[in-house]
């Protein structure tokens, strides 16, 4: 019950934030989406058969576009059976095509098409898996966009909902490892509800965001707890006759509920992780080519026995 009632004091304070009726003038941040940094990812404890974590859902560039991304996540992890237990490797690499398409006026479709391939150490020796993976859709929708001639702030907000579709294969002997998100799906139909905050002077501005996924048993009776998505990012748009560049610096943060078998909680399975952020974004015509990295500042993930390294992804869009 508390954890409910943060989440919606969060959102309570996005949306009041939002009321504020400043207007637009020379907007020089007219083509910069709303989405700019999502959080909308179909990660599950600790993101490893996800799409990135926190790596973002849209271009800071382009409004609307088709995109190719590459994102690397690196942990390591251990039995915890004695002190002095080994820790292994587990990289998990995506290569993702995703797109921003307009359907009608203040709504867009935001989709991600993943391919996993996962490579791990064990005290056996080392293991791979590849695939597709679990196709994501959201739509979002424009609640409030200032309008008008200001010299002071602009502000906007967006809210949308979607679906993760399972396409990726579900391992089930996986699921009795330390990390049971070692797999290139999560054989479950999952859900999701976002929102957006974006508020700007001049060229400098911040985005802030929050999401939160609700997950369904697969039909291998296993259920991946739901989780809870944040973050803040600050960001200044530089802009040329030929080319512009949006550097980006913040933070994010998930949180992960336990994990069910056959309807009973699986032990140390919940966690959370906050982690900051870098990265930039420069475009030049119809073309734009971004990176991020992300570190991790605190973490306690499935009981101490996963940590996360780090997490970084490049990205090269087309601009519809």
Request: proline share 3%; glycine share 10%; with cysteine.
């Amino acid at each position: 019950m508390k954890t409910t009632f943060y989440y919606l004091l969060i959102l309570a304070f996005q949306f009041g934030f939002a009321t504020e009726k400043d207007s637009l003038a020379d907007n020089p941040f007219s083509n910069l989406p709303q989405f700019s940094t999502a959080l909308y990812e179909e990660c599950d404890a600790c993101g490893c058969s996800a799409s990135g974590g926190s790596m973002g859902f849209a271009s800071m560039l382009n409004t609307n576009f088709i995109g190719i991304r590459y994102f690397n996540q690196s942990y390591q992890s251990t039995d915890g059976l004695y002190s002095n237990s080994p820790w292994y490797n587990e990289n998990f690499n995506t290569v993702q095509i995703w797109a921003r398409i307009p359907v009608v006026n203040r709504v867009q479709i935001s989709a991600q098409i993943p391919y996993h391939f996962h490579n791990r150490e064990t005290n056996t020796g080392n293991q791979s898996i590849n695939g597709v993976g679990d196709i994501t859709v959201l739509g979002l929708y424009q609640i409030y966009q200032t309008h008008k001639d200001s010299t002071v702030f602009i502000h906007s907000l967006q809210a949308g909902a979607g679906v993760k579709i399972p396409v990726g294969k579900f391992d089930a002997t996986n699921n009795g490892s330390v990390n049971p998100s070692y797999q290139v799906g999560t054989g479950s139909w999952d859900y999701l509800v976002a929102t957006e905050y974006v508020i700007r002077r001049k060229q400098f501005g911040l985005n802030t965001l929050l999401n939160y996924v609700i997950k369904t048993e697969n039909d291998k009776n296993y259920q991946f707890g739901n989780q809870f998505n944040y973050a803040g990012t600050f960001f200044y748009l530089f802009e040329s006759a030929s080319f512009s560049v949006v550097p980006q610096l913040g933070f994010a943060g998930e949180v992960y509920e336990s994990n069910y078998q056959l309807g009973q909680k699986v032990r140390n399975t919940s966690g959370d992780i906050f982690m900051s952020k870098l990265g930039f974004e420069i475009g030049k015509e119809k073309w734009s080519l971004g990176a991020n990295l992300m570190l991790p500042i605190t973490q306690n993930l499935t009981g101490g026995n996963v940590e996360a390294n780090y997490r970084w992804s490049f990205n090269l869009n087309y601009s519809l």
